[in-house]
């Protein structure tokens, strides 16, 4: 498949249950987002890959050159992570290999996810509880 990078806009478009908490909660479509600290140089090495890839994202793959392998290329990029995914390229392995960077400020967050932009155009992460049945 035709591989993409996504903007805010893009993903309003083609996954809006992913932007929109509102939505999501609607739809029943329930994220996990973890955060992690990182320096300015880390973001700004991090952003610069992304930018560069958005210029030639080349094909998409269900196994490896997915959506997991190349935001693993961005964090390995930018002296986030040491290595790519141990195994193989899922946002179940990635996820994981995220949540054990113990000397960063790791933050998990589940519920109903979107964003915001904000008057001076960043984003402002909003999120819903699940509702318990």
Request: contains cysteine; charged residues 20%.
């Amino acid at each position: 498949m035709k591989g993409l990078v996504a903007s805010y806009e893009g993903m309003r478009k083609i996954r809006p249950y992913y932007v929109d908490a509102s939505m999501a909660k609607k739809l029943n479509v329930v994220s996990c987002l973890i955060s992690l600290r990182v320096t300015p140089d880390e973001g700004a090495l991090f952003d610069k890959f992304w930018k560069q890839l958005k210029l030639n994202p080349g094909s998409f793959n269900l196994l490896g050159g997915n959506c997991s392998s190349h935001a693993s290329e961005a964090f390995v990029a930018s002296n986030i992570l040491s290595k790519s995914i141990p195994g193989l390229d899922t946002p179940n392995n990635l996820f994981k290999q995220l949540s054990k960077e113990t000397y960063r400020d790791v933050q998990f967050v589940t519920g109903h996810i979107g964003v915001r932009r904000t008057a001076d155009l960043r984003f402002k992460l909003q999120v819903l509880p699940v509702s318990e049945v």
